[in-house]
Nanobody, 125 residues
Framework: QVQLVESGGGLVQAGGSLKLSCAASGSIDSITAMGWYRQAPGKQRELVAT???????NYADSVKGRFTISRDNAKSTVYLEMNSLKPEDTAVYFC???????????????????WGQGTLVTVSS
């Protein structure tokens, strides 16, 4: 019922820019947080950036000043603008959403976490 659809990955030269998007759809009451994570081959998945429903934003030190996360609440979409890309940024980027969904007419709800399928970003030198 709830899906995350990512787009925007691709090949870019070092120093270039790329913008990722992730749209959430389905039976969503509200999204408490959305974020981006990445995983390079042979490496652990790491946090890139997150944004909460009240606008609180966190960035990994490695991307601070280069990446910008933003959110369009009306479209349930989160974006990641990546500038000054480096070969070290090469990874599969995953979108994650923490959300609340209403399950009955009385207003009962449950919290869910969903991951996108991942989109590959390759930065050439």
């Amino acid at each position: 019922q709830v899906q995350l659809v990512e787009s925007g990955g691709g090949l870019v030269q070092a120093g270039g820019s790329l913008k990722l998007s992730c749209a959430a759809s389905g039976s969503i009451d509200s999204i408490t947080a959305m974020g981006w994570y990445r995983q390079a081959p042979g490496k652990q998945r790491e946090l890139v950036a997150t944004v909460t429903s009240d606008g609180s934003i966190n960035y990994a030190d490695s991307v601070k000043g280069r990446f910008t996360i933003s959110r369009d609440n009306a479209k349930s979409t989160v974006y990641l603008e990546m500038n000054s890309l480096k070969p070290e940024d090469t990874a599969v980027y995953f979108c994650k959403a923490s959300l609340r969904t209403v399950v009955n007419v009385e207003g009962a709800y449950r919290y869910l976490e969903r991951w996108g399928q991942g989109t590959l970003v390759t930065v050439s030198s």
